[in-house]
């Protein structure tokens, strides 16, 4: 029987959005154990927010994660509208679910495109990232940014949408959703990917 091994990823590594180190033990194999090691960013945003009003507190909330930031802005206002019981319109609300779906979109085809890359497919992960640009494109005209938008606000919404803007959002997603079915054909499909992933990281009971 094969002596256990550690290994060591991070903290810095390009398949990581953040710093973080994997303590893995490896019996051949097999992975019997990973430690995760986190807390190389803290920047002390509770503690920010102690001292803050629920106004000032959601721009520091809207900074925990620039690529993420509509999620985290979301849960903290909904909990600030569920204690002053507010009620949002049915428009904010729509408006707020889609700068979610964008939000997802775009970490997605990130994730994807950095493992396409990882496993030596270079052109498909340029693929993913140019297609990429359309959703973060599309973010800017719902949310007036890219990346930093603080879109999401007390009772709704910061900003509208008018018929222009909507037309062109409608017709980059008729693109994409056509680019999404391909995607996946690409990804499922595509012999090399199954062979450097299919059986790798399997979870024992």
Same mark, same amino acid.
């Given at each position: 029987?094969? !002596?256990?091994?550690?290994?060591?990823?991070?903290?810095? /590594?390009?398949?990581?959005?953040?710093?973080?180190?994997?303590?893995?033990?490896?019996?051949?194999?097999?992975?019997?154990?990973? +430690?995760?090691?986190?807390?190389? !960013?803290?920047?002390?945003?509770?503690?920010?927010?102690? &001292? /803050?009003?629920?106004?000032? !507190?959601? =721009? *520091? $909330? &809207?900074?925990?994660?620039?690529?993420? /930031?509509?999620?985290?802005?979301?849960? =903290?206002?909904?909990?600030?509208?569920?204690?002053?019981?507010?009620?949002?319109?049915? @428009?904010?609300?729509?408006?707020?679910? %889609?700068?979610?779906?964008?939000?997802?979109?775009?970490?997605?085809?990130?994730? %994807?495109? *950095?493992?396409?890359?990882?496993?030596?497919?270079? /052109?498909? &992960?340029? !693929?993913?990232?140019? +297609? @990429?640009?359309?959703?973060?494109?599309?973010?800017?005209?719902?949310?007036?940014?890219? $990346?930093?938008?603080? =879109?999401?606000?007390?009772?709704?919404?910061?900003?509208?949408? +008018? +018929?222009?803007?909507?037309?062109?959002?409608?017709?980059?997603? #008729?693109?994409? #959703?056509?680019?999404?079915?391909?995607?996946?054909?690409?990804?499922?499909?595509?012999?090399?990917?199954?062979? @450097?992933?299919?059986?790798?990281?399997?979870? &024992?009971?």
């Amino acid at each position: 029987m094969s !002596s256990t091994v550690e290994m060591f990823v991070g903290p810095h /590594n390009t398949a990581f959005h953040e710093p973080v180190m994997l303590r893995i033990h490896v019996r051949g194999e097999e992975v019997s154990r990973v +430690d995760v090691v986190v807390g190389y !960013s803290h920047r002390g945003i509770e503690k920010l927010v102690e &001292s /803050n009003t629920f106004i000032k !507190s959601l =721009y *520091i $909330i &809207s900074r925990v994660c620039g690529m993420c /930031n509509v999620v985290h802005t979301t849960c =903290y206002v909904q909990a600030i509208e569920k204690i002053e019981g507010v009620e949002v319109p049915e @428009r904010a609300l729509a408006l707020r679910t %889609l700068a979610l779906e964008l939000e997802r979109m775009h970490s997605h085809m990130i994730s %994807l495109a *950095i493992m396409a890359e990882i496993v030596g497919l270079e /052109n498909l &992960s340029i !693929s993913m990232i140019k +297609d @990429r640009e359309r959703v973060m494109y599309m973010r800017e005209l719902l949310m007036g940014n890219r $990346i930093i938008s603080d =879109y999401v606000w007390p009772g709704g919404v910061r900003r509208n949408v +008018d +018929d222009i803007t909507r037309e062109k959002m409608l017709k980059l997603l #008729e693109y994409l #959703e056509q680019r999404v079915r391909w995607y996946r054909r690409a990804y499922e499909e595509n012999q090399l990917l199954r062979k @450097r992933l299919e059986g790798v990281g399997r979870l &024992s009971p």
